[in-house]
């Protein structure tokens, strides 16, 4: 079964600075998706950024960029010039299924920007 | 609609009562998805609809959940006899069709089990 592990629960950054959130998965899976998507109080997912597991080079939007290590099933995010408003609970999400596309959820990661 | 749009917002209801979950996906938009997130967790899959059928219901946890989308546009999902355990966030999402894998969520419906 495809799992999603995000261990670090919180994270905190100071404003301007640079921070890294850590996601693992696992599946037996060659081709398949992985995201990170933004949940603000409002409680709306936001898709941040998209990565296509064939696709070798790391996606990038504008502050933001992942880190995918597809042999080590690891896909972090990095958030580049931090602001007070990516202050927000980030989920790692994968996705497969040829009748599905369902997503599979890690359990988030609380991110903290410091003024 | 120019995005996804659940009613109500938030929800409480006793123990044992039966509650409907509306879903307005984006229009156009053939794939939609409902997930369940308990507090502090992520949102967990429920079931997904291509068009008007339940093509994924798996995720469904007991026969006390059900949901529709008659039309292949608005969803409804029916939660029987509520528990206290069905206390969440019930996100529903829509993408342009299953092989899209970009999809859109609502704000969601904050349901309370008193």
């Known amino acids: 079964a495809q799992t999603v592990t995000q261990s670090q629960p919180e994270m905190s950054v100071q404003e301007a600075e640079t921070v890294t959130l850590s996601c693992t998965y696992d599946t037996s899976e060659s081709d398949y998706y992985l995201f990170w998507y933004k949940q603000p109080p409002s409680r709306q997912m936001i898709l941040v950024i998209r990565?296509?597991?064939?696709k070798q080079q790391n996606a990038t939007e504008n502050r933001f960029s992942v880190n995918f290590q597809k042999a080590a099933k690891s896909f972090s995010l990095k958030i580049s010039d931090s602001q007070l408003g990516d202050a927000a609970m980030y989920f790692c999400a994968y996705s497969w299924g040829p009748g599905t596309y369902k997503y599979i959820f890690g359990t988030g990661t609380r991110l903290k920007v410091l003024a | 609609g120019a995005g996804v749009s659940q009613t109500p917002s938030n929800k409480v209801t006793e123990k044992g009562k039966y509650v409907e979950l509306r879903c307005d996906p984006i229009?156009?938009?053939?794939?939609l998805y409902w997930y369940r997130q308990s507090l502090g967790q992520g949102p967990e899959f429920l079931i997904y609809?291509?068009?008007?059928?339940?093509?994924?219901d798996s995720g469904l946890p007991n026969d006390r959940f059900f949901a529709v989308r008659p039309e292949g546009s608005v969803s409804t999902l029916k939660i029987q006899r509520t528990e206290r355990g069905d206390s969440a966030v019930y996100l529903c999402?829509?993408?342009?069709?299953?092989?899209?894998?970009?999809?859109?969520f609502g704000q969601g419906t904050r349901l309370t089990v008193v």
């Open positions: 990565q296509e597991a064939y």
């Open positions: 999402a829509s993408s342009l069709n299953r092989l899209n894998t970009e999809a859109f």
């Open positions: 609809f291509q068009g008007t059928g339940a093509a994924d």
């Open positions: 229009s156009g938009h053939t794939a």
